[in-house]
Nanobody, 116 residues
Framework: VQLVQSGAELRNPGASVKVSCKASGYTFTSYYIDWVRQAPGQGLEWMGR????????NYADSVKGRFTISRDNAKNTVSLQMTSLKPDDTAIYYC??????????WGQGTQVTVSS
């Protein structure tokens, strides 16, 4: 199993960015995909989840309305679209495939920096 994320991004406050996560090595619709982030000096913060089978999503209250998770089953890819970016959104963003509550496969992380 491998999750490969897109590269680092730098944006101004108020801008948007899309981070992608391409999965391989398993049946794409088998596992939920979560997005989590880690801001500098902070712990992991869960952003949201998508079920690749039907596209249903759940989001953390802190990002609901600003972040959107989508999937492209033809490309085995999940994306995290982030809008109205704030400096506090600066973090490393990780996708992970949730096999069960005790086992996940992780992407390599994508640095998103929001700064003027």
């Amino acid at each position: 199993v491998q999750l490969v994320q897109s590269g680092a991004e730098l944006r101004n406050p108020g801008a948007s960015v899309k981070v992608s996560c391409k999965a391989s090595g398993y049946t794409f619709t088998s596992y939920y995909i979560d997005w989590v982030r880690q801001a500098p000096g902070q712990g992991l913060e869960w952003m949201g989840r998508i079920d690749p089978e039907d596209g249903s999503t759940n989001y953390a209250d802190s990002v609901k309305g600003r972040f959107t998770i989508s999937r492209d089953n033809a490309k085995n890819t999940v994306s995290l679209q982030m809008t109205s970016l704030k400096p506090d959104d600066t973090a490393i963003y990780y996708c992970n495939a949730v096999v069960n509550p005790w086992r996940n496969y992780w992407g390599q992380g994508t640095q998103v920096t929001v700064s003027s």
